[in-house]
């Protein structure tokens, strides 16, 4: 069973999601702040952290980027009412790997979750299997039907991104940010460039396509059949 610790200091909010996660089966830890977190770390496994930004002590932010700098790479759902985008940037920036606002849809905040392990899982391994296509991370290794092909780094990683989240969205500056990172020379039209790369390779690849998402981006999308 999976075990997600619940980082919240209002207790009826840390009693409601509990409530809400033992009901689908998960082991829960509650913490009511990032110290109380950190310690109970120390001693209990932890599959994924629900984590609000707004605590005493060490808040969300300072208690993701904590994490990420020990390079604990545990997925966090960050749960909030705040809701600006200068605050979802920052939360981001910190580490999370998806956020919501309060008040949370509980069916909406599960599948997140579903989600959120599903892709820890595969980012663990570092390996994606779909249909007669698998990813190898670690070879940079598209094999199909048993044929190799070796991708050029930036290209797998794009790839590999968008496999992981299939039907997700991803605007070109996401993929500038999380793959060439802020601080990159490039612009956006690069995304373009890998992006028509990877088709012209990809083509006839019966498990995948990736779609144009007009005025937004990119999403990679299983094929029928």
Same mark, same amino acid.
């Given at each position: 069973?999976?075990?997600?610790?619940?980082?919240?200091? *209002?207790?009826?909010?840390?009693?409601?999601?509990? @409530?809400? $996660?033992?009901?689908?089966?998960?082991?829960?830890?509650?913490?009511? +702040?990032?110290?109380?977190?950190?310690?109970?770390? *120390?001693?209990?496994?932890? *599959?994924?952290?629900?984590?609000?930004?707004?605590?005493?002590?060490?808040?969300?932010?300072?208690?993701?980027?904590? $994490?990420?700098?020990?390079?604990?790479?545990?997925?966090?759902?960050?749960? &909030?009412?705040? #809701? !600006?985008?200068?605050?979802? %940037?920052? !939360?981001?920036?910190? !580490?999370?790997?998806?956020?919501? &606002?309060?008040?949370?849809?509980?069916?909406?905040?599960?599948?997140?979750?579903?989600?959120?392990?599903?892709?820890?899982?595969?980012?663990? /391994? %570092?390996?994606?299997?779909?249909? %007669?296509?698998?990813?190898?991370?670690?070879?940079?290794?598209?094999?199909?039907?048993? #044929?190799?092909?070796?991708?050029?780094? =930036?290209?797998?990683?794009?790839?590999?991104? $968008?496999?992981?989240?299939?039907?997700?969205?991803?605007?070109?500056?996401?993929?500038?940010?999380?793959?060439?990172?802020?601080?990159?020379? /490039?612009? #956006?039209?690069?995304?373009?460039?890998?992006?028509?790369?990877?088709?012209?390779?990809?083509?006839? +690849?019966?498990?995948?396509?990736?779609?144009?998402?007009? !005025?937004?981006?990119?999403?990679?999308? @299983? =094929? +029928?059949?």
């Amino acid at each position: 069973m999976f075990r997600i610790m619940v980082v919240e200091d *209002d207790p009826h909010t840390r009693l409601l999601h509990t @409530k809400i $996660l033992e009901g689908a089966g998960y082991v829960v830890i509650p913490a009511a +702040n990032g110290e109380e977190a950190l310690e109970r770390m *120390d001693h209990e496994h932890v *599959d994924l952290i629900l984590l609000d930004v707004m605590m005493p002590r060490m808040d969300g932010f300072e208690f993701a980027r904590i $994490l990420r700098e020990t390079d604990c790479q545990i997925p966090i759902l960050m749960v &909030t009412a705040k #809701e !600006g985008k200068q605050d979802k %940037r920052d !939360g981001f920036l910190a !580490g999370t790997d998806d956020y919501m &606002t309060k008040p949370v849809d509980e069916e909406e905040m599960l599948l997140r979750i579903a989600a959120l392990l599903r892709r820890s899982s595969i980012n663990a /391994s %570092r390996r994606i299997e779909l249909g %007669r296509t698998v990813l190898d991370f670690d070879a940079l290794s598209v094999t199909v039907d048993g #044929e190799a092909r070796y991708l050029p780094q =930036k290209e797998f990683q794009v790839l590999f991104k $968008l496999l992981s989240y299939q039907n997700k969205i991803f605007t070109r500056r996401q993929l500038m940010d999380e793959i060439w990172n802020f601080d990159s020379e /490039s612009d #956006e039209r690069t995304v373009d460039v890998h992006i028509h790369r990877l088709r012209e390779r990809f083509e006839d +690849n019966p498990d995948f396509e990736i779609c144009t998402i007009r !005025g937004l981006g990119y999403k990679a999308v @299983k =094929k +029928n059949g």
